[in-house]
């Protein structure tokens, strides 16, 4: 069963990331009083691209090609090893833990870097440059939150980390979790896109993430796109399964039926936090380039933070 249960929860990552991103667009648009594009408008996009011809630079080499659909199975895999949609690990959750999961993720943004870097093209240089200089502040970040979260039950297990803040109110309130969860959520602020740190915009001041697939087509540019989807669910899914609401995800006893009732709820959630982000994309102005940096400050202050509220107070 428990492989069974890892074939659902890929399917539910892979078929519903799209649509918490066509779901984020079209509440930005509704709240900016404009008509805007279906929930669905992610899917039109990837068939539509599957359908165009693929065009690659004669300079480029075969890592350009390979880039896009090795970044796709690396999240294909972290989709599988993370609490999703159940509180207790499947077949393929013992391959990694909380830090062997950042380095994945690290690993995918290494390739999609290298990738772009090899298109030779000026906007692919100038957005792998700034991405490269964000994450190698916010890289770091991560691995001190999961580090911190890790204390709390002695290991850097989601699944462990998840059935400690579910049944500990204390630990749950503590100063370290408030800490680290703020922390985490500025994060995911990064590593989703969103503002106050990237505009998805055709401005070239704007525009971080969305430069580095610059020379992409066809059913390249659509892996592409389709991992990126991935990336911001799973991350989503993490922060809300293990950081900020604990409660409620399917335990083993619970069967197939809680965990088809905890996809609902956790569709719920998802939707709630997309909220969230519209909110603050609508109305949030986008720092300048520098000004980020002054971001991650922030959010390493929250991390160190927690270190020092468990280190000296122990709470």
């Known amino acids: ?19 918490f991103v066509g779901i984020l667009n079209a509440i930005e648009e509704r709240l900016e009083s404009k008509q805007g594009p279906s929930i669905f408008q992610p899917y039109f996009d990837l068939i539509k691209l599957f359908h165009k011809e693929v065009l690659v630079s004669q300079v480029s080499s075969p890592i350009y090609r390979l880039g896009p659909y090795v970044v796709f199975t ?19 959750a013992p391959s990694a833990d909380f830090i062997g999961g950042g380095l994945f993720f690290g690993a995918a943004a290494a390739i999609k870097k290298f990738s772009a870097i090899d298109s030779r093209s000026n906007y692919a240089h100038l957005g792998t440059s700034r991405a490269a200089s964000i994450g190698a502040l ?3 970040i991560t691995m001190l939150i999961f580090i911190m979260l890790g204390v709390l039950s002695n290991t850097n297990n989601p699944f462990v980390i998840n059935q400690v803040l579910r049944s500990s109110t204390e630990w749950y ?33 704007g ?10 087509s066809g059913p390249d540019l659509a892996m592409y796109k389709w ?10 899914s993490v922060f809300l399964n293990v950081y900020l609401i604990p409660f409620g995800v399917a335990n083993e006893q619970d069967g197939i039926i809680g965990i088809i009732i905890y996809m609902g709820i956790h569709l719920l959630k998802l939707t709630g936090l997309v909220v969230v982000f519209a909110l603050i994309n609508t109305s949030v102005s986008k720092f300048r380039l520098y000004k980020n940096f002054d971001f991650l400050a922030v959010a390493f202050a929250l991390a160190f933070l927690a270190s020092l509220a468990y280190y000296i107070v122990r709470y």
């Open 227 to 236: 991992g990126s989807y991935m990336k911001k669910f799973i991350l989503m």
């Open 138 to 140: 916010s890289e770091p």
């Open 173 to 205: 309130f503590s100063l370290l979790h408030g800490f680290v969860t703020i922390a985490f959520f500025l994060v995911l602020i990064i590593e989703t896109g969103q503002l106050p740190i990237e505009s998805h915009s055709n401005a070239e001041l």
């Open 74 to 92: 690396f999240y294909l895999f972290l989709s599988i090893i993370l609490p999703i949609i159940t509180a207790f690990p499947l077949a393929f």
């Open 207 to 216: 525009m971080i993430d969305e430069t580095i697939p610059f020379e992409y």
């Open 1 to 19: 069963m428990s492989v069974l249960y890892s074939l659902l929860e890929l399917l539910y990552v892979l078929l519903l990331s799209p649509l």
